[in-house]
């Protein structure tokens, strides 16, 4: 019986632990719904009020993007169409850098509108420069263009260090340089004008010293490890005759009893397969020699030329008959809020 009332009373004070946890638990869920609903309650008084403060002053808007209407189709009246053409190069000889130095410097004259360096560096009149509003370079590759270059990349490096390559690093750390198509593009509002600085714009990379020895230098090599190739394929030529001049004599012999030398047989076939397998492998590296010479023809390839004739340039980010009217509405609110922000002032000082 004693046994019986201990047990009794610990059971009660578990019910009133778990009583007072349940409890606790509803208030804490309550406090929170409660700081919830108050939030959004503070939020629909504020959208409320926006609301109240548009409608007293919906007058005021209209009245301000008319005006700003009007004067942006005026604005856009007056002004000159603006044209954008693009380029696709192809960099050589680590004569990227200077590219976007070269285009950045363009770039920097258009906006200063430095008419008169311009046209010199770009070997064009004055007024033609006068019509280059913008100059841009930026990478053009994807997903799969940078896979490659990885794995160009990792098949220039020795063993040990391609097991210390991670691919997940490498594109991660992948910049802008180390792409291998590059867009330039030209905003003017003369439409041809990209097409006639083109060849300048080529020429202020390819008579630069250092990458025209980089080329020379690169020739000479391709040319060199094209004639050490032919030199082995030729002479694998030979051997693969020698190999067949002795297969002759030797098949001419006559056949003493019944012996054949199959293991002889053998070794000459394999030599053989080996030669013409090696043949095969010389061949493959000559084309992509071939393919190699291609790319490195010049300092900077043109993969895509200027077009004859720009595209104009449209759109409602560059139309004052948005961008005016916008602003106006802008900044007629930002006076009204100031005015009542005033007015606010001026009663809470009162009080």
Do not use: C
């Not at 632990?17 to 406090?31: M, P, T, V």
């Not at 053409?85 to 410097?105: A, T």
């Amino acid at each position: 019986m004693s046994d019986q009332l201990p047990q009794k009373q610990n059971n009660s004070s578990d019910e009133i632990d778990l009583g007072q946890l349940f409890h606790l638990i509803g208030n804490a869920f309550r406090k929170v719904f409660s700081t919830i609903g108050k939030v959004f309650k503070s939020l629909f008084g504020i959208v409320i009020l926006f609301l109240l403060f548009l409608q007293k002053h919906f007058l005021k808007f209209v009245i301000a993007g008319v005006i700003g209407l009007a004067i942006g189709i005026f604005l856009d009246f007056k002004k000159e169409p603006e044209y954008i053409s693009s380029m696709v190069v192809e960099p050589n000889f680590n004569s990227v850098q200077q590219l976007y130095n070269n285009v950045n410097f363009y770039n920097e004259l258009a906006e200063a509108q430095d008419s008169t360096a311009l046209a010199e560096a770009l070997d064009i009149s004055v007024k033609e420069a006068f019509s280059i509003k913008k100059f841009n370079v930026e990478s053009y590759s994807d997903e799969n263009q940078k896979v490659l270059l990885f794995d160009k990349f990792v098949r220039s490096l020795d063993t040990t260090t391609q097991k210390a390559i991670d691919m997940e690093a490498y594109l991660k750390n992948f910049n802008s340089f180390d792409a291998r198509f590059h867009t330039i593009s030209v905003t003017a509002t003369d439409n041809s004008i990209a097409k006639k600085i083109q060849p300048s714009i080529i020429n202020s990379i390819s008579r630069n010293d250092y990458f025209n020895l980089q080329k020379e230098t690169s020739d000479n090599n391709l040319k060199l490890q094209e004639s050490v190739y032919s030199k082995q394929i030729s002479e694998i030529d030979s051997l693969q005759l020698l190999y067949k001049k002795v297969m002759l004599k030797e098949a001419d012999k006559p056949m003493q009893g019944t012996n054949i030398n199959l293991g002889e047989n053998g070794r000459n076939e394999n030599k053989e397969l080996s030669l013409i397998n090696k043949t095969e492998e010389l061949k493959e590296k000559l084309v992509e020699l071939n393919e190699e010479k291609a790319n490195k023809s010049s300092i900077l390839n043109v993969i895509s030329a200027f077009p004859r004739k720009g595209v104009q340039l449209k759109g409602i980010w560059k139309s004052y008959k948005f961008l005016i009217p916008f602003s106006f509405v802008i900044i007629t609110m930002f006076i009204l809020i100031l005015l009542l922000l005033n007015v606010y002032l001026k009663d809470y000082k009162k009080e």
